[in-house]
T-cell receptor
């Protein structure tokens, strides 16, 4: 079966712009989580959506937002981009809620965002 | 608050030798522990998890991990390293009652031929 698909793979944006990243989970998975990965901060949790509702949120400013559609596809949006937003953004999908030990979750290959 | 530490930024080992990647955790309740591996320009791949039961957990690609409650550790091990094991390894923890996973900073494993 198809894995988690993230688009686009690479993005270059200018400071101050906004960006939208997309994540299509594995078919049947209802939970989508987003992470930011940077060399300095490692993997940091952004938010999790389950059945179109945000269930968890990490410690990121309001410029970072997301949503989930009825088909479980998710988007995250970053407004007013800053240089520090340059990172690999990963999404992961699961049948259950994030970290639920009864369900594994699968990561996509990520979107590498570069802000110049 | 839950946290996880990977004290080594990099581990070097010769092919065929045993490898250990260290992880310690801190939680208030019972932990759920996970190991993931990341290859260049890829997402994270699940290796194994500890939920309850046997302290020695076996996972993918010949990896195993030992849960030690008294030392709050969950070290990743493999009896015989392969060059293809070279990658970035992440330990993650979630305590019961919490939903979010917390990841360690990652350990880069280099296996020399």
């Amino acid at each position: 079966k198809a894995g988690v698909t993230q688009t686009p793979r690479y993005l270059i944006k200018t400071r101050g712009q906004q960006v939208t990243l997309s994540c299509s989970p594995i078919s049947g998975h209802r939970s989508v989580s987003w992470y930011q990965q940077t060399p300095g901060q490692g993997l940091q949790f952004l938010f999790e959506y389950f059945s179109e509702t945000q269930r968890n949120k990490g410690n990121f400013p309001g410029r970072f937002s997301g949503r989930q559609f009825s088909n479980s596809r998710s988007e995250m949006n970053v407004s007013t981009l800053e240089l520090g937003d340059s990172a690999l953004y990963l999404c992961a999908s699961s049948l259950g809620l994030q970290g639920d030990p009864n369900y594994g979750y699968t990561f996509g290959s990520g979107t590498r965002l570069t802000v110049v | 608050a839950q946290s996880v530490a990977q004290p080594e930024d990099q581990v070097n080992v010769a092919e065929g030798n045993p490898l250990t990647v260290k992880c310690t955790y801190s939680v208030s309740g019972n932990p759920y522990l996970f190991w993931y591996v990341q290859y260049p320009n890829r997402g994270l791949q699940f290796l194994l998890k500890y939920i309850t039961g046997d302290n020695l957990v076996k996972g993918s690609y010949g990896f195993e991990a030992e849960f030690n409650k008294s030392q709050t550790s969950f070290h990743l091990k493999k009896p015989s390293a392969l060059v293809s094991d070279s990658a970035l390894y992440f330990c993650a923890v979630r305590e019961t009652g919490r939903r979010a996973l917390t990841f360690g900073s990652g350990t880069r494993l280099q296996v020399q031929p």
